[in-house]
T-cell receptor
């Protein structure tokens, strides 16, 4: 089985500052990891994903995440926050043993002008 | 990626009435679709797995008689909330999955029961 923990339900950063959203996972098999973003009253949009291969993955809007097996982490970063980055971010894990996607509790990102 | 369209985007209904939410896969034949529920400030919780041509599979604690799911074709799944009550007010999202490597989500339906 898989599970996800997102540390910090709310994160505030100043515009132009580094964004770091933390995600740790638990999986008994090699995981597939995702970050999704949700804007108010909208569905979820894929930011990036890790399945196999390079552990540093780059996504849309300047975001990237690094899969660290030894730390069971998949933290999301962006060097410089924009006002448009304010949204809810979900870390998600699945595996090739089943179809279910397991969601973290989400992190609400606020960008302060 | 696949495009998933959900309708309506928002709906207000009176307590005791039923509401139907449609989830369409516009460019992908989906034998399986997934229905999630999201309470304010919370994460998505899988409610049920919709299977084309057969009965849906419900997660533990989800009332199958209250949340009726029909998946009559490879491009359409519907979720009907029967005898809605204010506690059913929530954000409902459907998705299709390309195996285990990606999920594509509808834009969601905001249900408010008054």
């Amino acid at each position: 089985a898989q599970s996800v923990t997102q540390l910090g339900s709310h994160v505030s950063v100043s515009e132009g500052a580094l964004v770091l959203l933390r995600c740790n996972y638990s999986s008994s098999v090699p995981p597939y990891l995702f970050w999704y973003v949700q804007y108010p009253n909208q569905g979820l949009q894929l930011l990036l994903k890790y399945t196999t291969g390079a552990t540093l993955v780059k996504g849309i809007n300047g975001f990237e995440a690094e899969f660290k097996k030894s730390e069971t982490s998949f933290h999301l970063t962006k060097p410089s926050a924009h006002m448009s980055d304010a949204a809810e971010y979900f870390c998600v894990v699945t595996a090739n043993t089943g179809n279910q996607f397991y969601f973290g509790t989400g992190t609400s990102l606020t960008v302060i002008p | 990626g696949a495009v998933v369209s959900q309708h309506p985007s928002w709906v207000i209904c009176k307590s005791g009435t039923s509401v139907k939410i449609e989830c369409r896969s516009l460019d992908f034949q989906a034998t399986t679709m997934f229905w999630y529920r999201q309470f304010p400030k919370q994460s998505l919780m899988l409610m049920a797995t919709s299977n084309e041509g057969s009965k849906a599979t419900y997660e533990q604690g989800v009332e199958k008689d209250k949340f009726l799911i029909n998946h009559a074709s490879l491009t359409l799944s519907t979720l009907t909330v029967t005898s809605a009550h204010p506690e059913d007010s929530s954000f409902y999202i459907c998705s299709i999955q390309g195996g285990w490597t990606e999920a594509f989500f509808g834009q969601g339906t905001r249900l408010t029961v008054v």
